[in-house]
């Protein structure tokens, strides 16, 4: 189904920034202090390619047509899946906090990053595995192909909000932050 290709390939996306960033958990774990620019295009990147743009396509269009589908059978699973978007954004806004502290070398927040991190990492991995090996299988079995044609018809949509450049646009933000460490 060439919507779940779409949303796993975005998983990919999202892997290798959760891969930075466990590299920037390691460095300042080492002594080192990943640069505040790091933290700023992780938060950035959080909030437009993961949140915006990945998330919406899930919550908005993927999980209402399937609980709709479903008629309440999977609720208590989607709202596992939102629950753990949610609490990725409440890490990513609990991590923009503490960057004025960490720029000041405050242990204290230097510690809330690496705590707000360890937790988003392992929140995202797990939610990501659940999504690609659980509940998309679910979601293929239960969209018929004219759902899909119009699912992928929204998804497209969102893609031209940004003009078809939200994927190139993250995947350079991904790269600058591997430069920065």
């Known amino acids: 189904m060439e919507i779940l290709e779409m949303l796993v390939k975005e998983h990919g996306l999202i892997r290798q920034f959760l891969d930075n960033l466990h590299l920037a958990v390691e460095k300042i774990e080492g002594g080192e202090r990943p640069p505040r620019e790091f933290f700023e295009k992780a938060v950035k990147f959080a909030r437009n390619f993961t949140d915006k743009y990945h998330h919406f396509k899930e919550e908005y269009l993927l999980f209402g047509l399937l609980a709709m589908k479903k008629s309440g059978r999977i609720d208590a699973q989607i709202d596992a899946l939102k629950y753990s978007h949610e609490r990725g ?88 932050m591997g430069r920065l460490l």
């Open 89 to 176: 954004r409440s890490l990513i806004n609990e991590l923009e906090k503490a960057l004025d502290g960490y720029s000041q070398s405050q242990e204290a927040q230097t510690i809330a990053i690496l705590e707000g991190l360890a937790a988003y990492i392992s929140l995202l991995k797990q939610h990501i595995h659940r999504e690609d090996h659980i509940f998309y299988p679910l979601a293929e079995e239960a969209i018929s192909e004219k759902e899909q044609h119009e699912l992928q018809k929204e998804f497209l949509k969102e893609d031209e909000k940004s003009g078809g450049k939200a994927w190139e646009f993250n995947r350079r933000l991904l790269q600058e």
